[in-house]
């Protein structure tokens, strides 16, 4: 009995690799008011991915401190085309984390 459990506990448990994006060809633009006011800060964001790769729903994980920042964020990285993820070798719909760093030069 207890082979047989420990042979079929890992098939309950999906393979599942997270959706992914190419970062160098999706920037946010800075937002203009926190340009002038000098804000900065790192947005954490999760979105969920289609099997298609489209944003089906997004969400903050931890803002920026700073609302312009984090709407910006969101909504530049929601239009990005993402790599859909994978369950068990199939494209299929998934959560993934984004990091957001806003910097000024």
Same mark, same amino acid.
């Given at each position: 009995?207890?082979?047989? !459990?420990? !042979?079929?506990?890992?098939? %309950? ?5 997270? &959706?992914?994006? *190419?970062?160098?060809?999706? +920037? ?6 926190? !340009? ?11 979105? !969920?991915?289609?099997?298609?790769? *489209?944003? +089906? #729903?997004?969400? @903050? #994980?931890?803002?920026?401190?700073? +609302?312009?920042? *984090?709407?910006? %964020? @969101?909504?530049? @990285? ?13 494209? &299929? ?5 984004? #990091?957001?760093?806003? +910097?000024? *030069?």
């Amino acid at each position: 009995m207890a082979a047989v !459990l420990a !042979l079929s506990a890992p098939a %309950a448990f999906a393979a599942e690799v997270p &959706a992914s994006f *190419d970062a160098k060809n999706c +920037k946010a633009e800075y937002p203009k008011a926190s !340009l002038m006011n000098e804000e900065q800060g790192t947005v954490s964001m999760s979105f !969920l991915v289609s099997a298609g790769g *489209d944003v +089906k #729903d997004s969400k @903050i #994980d931890k803002s920026s401190g700073f +609302k312009n920042l *984090d709407k910006a %964020a @969101i909504k530049a @990285i929601s239009a990005c085309k993402f790599k859909p993820g994978t369950k068990d070798g199939a494209a &299929a719909e998934t959560w993934t984390k984004v #990091d957001y760093a806003w +910097k000024l *030069d």
